[in-house]
């Protein structure tokens, strides 16, 4: 089945640090999505990309559609402690699957 | 003002026992889902339901049902609990009709935990 690897899987920073994440595929997607879940929380939508090269921001957040339509990155710039959480990749549509498929998660410790 | 809620948030049960777990949405979404997260944080969709009809129906043991009376209800029902079911469960809802796929908004889970 399709499957994503994401890394890194976890992150230690501290507070002010840029950082960047990347979730790579050997099948192609339509849709990449990124999303943030704290704990006791369900994943929160962050990010959604459409269309290969597409390059979104929201706030401090950027997230870019690899061309190839098997990658996508996401960074943060300037981290301050409440970016602290698990962040998930997210492909849908590839393959004739309309199931989204989760990459494994980066884990992002924010040092104040 | 919720967008997708479910209940209850913990369950604590017996093996063998029966359960089951809620899900409403307000969004007007024509799709939902129940995903699976085990201990590890790993998410794996189970069903997808869209306008009340089957879609997406995983490898899961028969003995989760998934049961939706209308298109904002998406309910979870598991027989014979074991305790390899202990997880976390999501709900999640999308609007279809977009050309590339739709975002997925989720609950904020069920914690189920098998004694």
């Known amino acids: 089945g399709q499957q994503l690897n994401q890394s890194p899987q976890s992150m230690f920073i501290q507070e002010g640090e840029d950082v960047s994440m990347n979730c790579t595929s050997s099948s192609i997607f339509n849709t990449w999505l990124w999303y943030k879940q704290d704990p006791g929380e369900g994943p929160v939508l962050l990010i959604a990309l459409y269309k290969a090269g597409e390059l979104t921001s929201n706030g401090r957040l950027t997230a870019q559609f690899g061309i190839t339509r098997k990658d996508s990155f996401l960074n943060i710039s300037a981290s301050i402690p409440s970016d602290v959480g698990i962040y998930f990749c997210?492909?849908?549509?590839?393959?004739?699957?309309?199931?989204?498929?989760f990459g494994k998660g980066t884990k992002l410790t924010v040092n104040p | 003002d919720t967008a997708v809620s479910q209940t209850p948030k913990y369950l604590v049960t017996q093996m063998g026992n029966d359960k089951s777990i809620k899900c409403e949405q307000n969004l007007g979404h024509d799709t939902m889902y129940w995903y699976k997260q085990d201990s590890k944080k790993f998410l794996k969709i189970m069903f997808s339901?869209?306008?009340?009809?089957?879609?997406i129906n995983e490898t899961v043991p028969n003995r989760f049902s998934p049961k939706s009376p209308d298109k904002a209800h998406l309910n979870l029902h598991i027989n014979s609990l074991e305790l390899g079911d202990s997880a976390v469960y999501f709900c999640?809802?999308?609007?279809?009709?977009?050309?590339?796929?739709?975002?997925?908004?989720f609950g904020d889970g069920t914690r189920l935990s098998i004694l």
């Open positions: 999640a809802s999308s609007q279809e009709g977009r050309l590339h796929g739709a975002p997925q908004h």
């Open positions: 997210a492909g849908l549509g590839g393959g004739g699957s309309e199931k989204l498929v």
């Open positions: 339901y869209n306008n009340k009809e089957l879609i």
